[in-house]
């Protein structure tokens, strides 16, 4: 819907048409967005039967799963920086992009080989490598493609269709399960050749500009560059101290399963409620935080997170209330705050170290999950899961209220 009628914004570095709110976005990104949606379609099928999967099915335990799940967020985030700046000295971000996500489609062919936990865990690391080496360059090329007053609404556009496939990737995992029982094996298979049409799509339709030729190639700036932009230093502090005490939606989704009872054959369908609020807010959230400040629409995301940590922790019935409550307070959380930290952080970042400053950033948030989700494991493993929640919740009411004391704008970080 968003798709630029001009054969010129196929390419990185065009600017779409200028002709009122609903104006046209760059091909590039639609191109990305269509990719990312194929692509999050195959990865929310595992990733919505995988709590269950490991901990009802192989018998991991809370904290394992924990150490799982900080894995699946973090483990990997050195490769982003490895990946954004061979992406950044080649100049061939699209080719840094398509092998993280061929890296991941071959992972969820080698979901069907394995069969203990931490054979799991090993190919969901590889799979998080996939994802790690893609997600900087991608996002350059969207935040490259055009003009630092529009990237918040690039982002969104770009998340709305992301997002779309968060939404049909658990549907299609439940319509599976429907049909197989505890057929997990068959969940795979469908999700690898959903995800090796994704590879097909970004070769064939996704462009960026050519590289300059050897030659007359400029080096990008020393990365220690990155150090001296106030405002970056600032976001990445922000990014992880907020990260630390990010609850994962898989340990949100695994708590409404147990206030619910609900069957197993349901759980997948319980992502797809957090991807539609996700899915209609990425845009009108990205066009918000253009206007209104992309840090302001930033914290406030995970003001929503903490509201949905509390409604959990709240003694309300366990029924539709509670879980329309806690699932559209999550998809707002996301739609304020996935695209809307890259958003912030590309107008700060010059083109030659455009993609690995965005790794760093996304590092630095990997990392503080990575940490937060071992901590609440071990939270859970120790005291139970409620007050494991409101260990977290706790944490990150204090973090919002630090930054907001102490954390103001900088020169040269983006309002």
């Not at 996939?130 to 770009?158: E, M, N, W, Y």
């Amino acid at each position: 819907m968003y798709l630029s009628t001009s054969r010129a914004a196929d390419t990185a570095g065009d600017t779409p048409a200028r002709n009122g709110p609903l104006r046209a976005v760059p091909g590039t990104v639609f191109a990305l967005g269509l990719v990312s949606l194929i692509t999050d379609a195959s990865a929310e099928m595992v990733t919505a039967v995988l709590p269950l999967y490991l901990m009802a099915g192989l018998g991991m335990s809370p904290l394992a799963f924990g150490a799982l799940d900080g894995l699946h967020q973090g483990a990997t985030a050195l490769l982003r920086l490895a990946g954004g700046r061979i992406a950044d000295r080649t100049h061939r971000r699209k080719l840094v992009a398509g092998f993280g996500y061929a890296l991941s489609a071959a992972c969820k062919a080698a979901l069907l080989a394995v069969t203990t936990p931490w054979s799991v865990a090993a190919v969901l690391a590889a799979d998080r490598t996939g994802k790690g080496l893609r997600t900087a360059p991608r996002d350059a090329l969207i935040s490259l493609s055009c003009p630092p007053q529009d990237q918040g609404r690039a982002f969104g556009v770009h998340r709305a269709l992301d997002t779309a496939g968060a939404l049909l990737g658990p549907l299609a995992a439940f319509g599976v399960l429907w049909v197989v029982v505890d057929g997990y094996a068959a969940v795979f298979t469908v999700s690898c050749c959903i995800a090796v049409l994704g590879v097909v799509v970004l070769v064939l339709f996704v462009r960026e500009a050519p590289a300059p030729a050897p030659a007359t190639r400029t080096p990008p700036p020393p990365v220690r560059t990155l150090v001296r932009i106030p405002g970056l230093r600032r976001l990445c502090a922000t990014t992880a101290l907020l990260g630390l005490f990010t609850v994962g939606d898989a340990f949100l989704y695994l708590l409404l399963q147990r206030r619910l009872e609900l069957p197993a054959a349901y759980f997948p369908l319980l992502p797809v409620g957090t991807a539609a609020v996700f899915l209609l807010a990425a845009l009108p959230a990205g066009r918000a935080a253009d206007r209104l400040g992309r840090r302001r629409v930033f914290l406030g995301g995970h003001v929503l997170l903490l509201g949905a940590c509390l409604l959990l922790l709240a003694p309300v019935p366990a029924g539709a209330p509670l879980v329309l409550g806690v699932l559209s307070l999550l998809g707002l959380f996301y739609a304020a705050t996935d695209g809307v930290l890259m958003a912030a952080a590309g107008p700060l970042l010059p083109a030659g170290l455009r993609t690995t400053g965005l790794a760093v950033l996304q590092t630095a948030q990997a990392l503080a999950r990575f940490a937060g989700s071992l901590l609440f494991g071990a939270a859970w493993t120790l005291w139970g899961p409620g007050p494991a929640l409101g260990m977290a919740a706790g944490g990150l009411l204090l973090s919002l209220a630090a930054v907001a004391v102490f954390g103001g704008r900088e020169r040269g970080e983006p309002s």
